[in-house]
Nanobody, 125 residues
Framework: VQLQASGGGLVQAGDSLRLTCAAS????????MGWFRQAPGKERDFVAA????????KYEDSVKGRFTISRENDKNTVYLQMNSLNIEDTAVYFC???????????????????WGQGTQVTVSS
């Protein structure tokens, strides 16, 4: 399984970005997907997760109401729409695949087994 994240960039506070994560393989629709982020000198933090069917979704508190995670199983793709970006959102964003098929979306990095390479999001004031 390979995950390719894209869509990052340099934006101003208040702007929007949409991140895309394209997955290889034929079993994408069986697995939860998550987005995490890592700022310089900090640990990798949970951002959002979506269940295999798209019905269960979780967000980190600071992004609720601003970020939206979604997926298209027929395209092997998961998205992260980010609105009202602020400086604290600056980080490298990673997509990841849950380790168990048909499981419950998790906030814990240890519950994900495949990771994309990351895409940089930089928000300036």
């Amino acid at each position: 399984v390979q995950l390719q994240a894209s869509g990052g960039g340099l934006v101003q506070a208040g702007d929007s970005l949409r991140l895309t994560c394209a997955a290889s393989g034929r079993t994408f629709g069986r697995y939860n997907m998550g987005w995490f982020r890592q700022a310089p000198g900090k640990e990798r933090d949970f951002v959002a997760a979506i269940g295999w069917s798209g019905e269960r979704i979780k967000y980190e508190d600071s992004v609720k109401g601003r970020f939206t995670i979604s997926r298209e199983n027929d395209k092997n793709t998961v998205y992260l729409q980010m609105n009202s970006l602020n400086i604290e959102d600056t980080a490298v964003y990673f997509c990841a695949r849950g380790s168990s098929p048909f499981g419950v979306p998790s906030r814990k990095p240890d519950d994900y087994d495949y990771w994309g390479q990351g895409t940089q999001v930089t928000v300036s004031s």
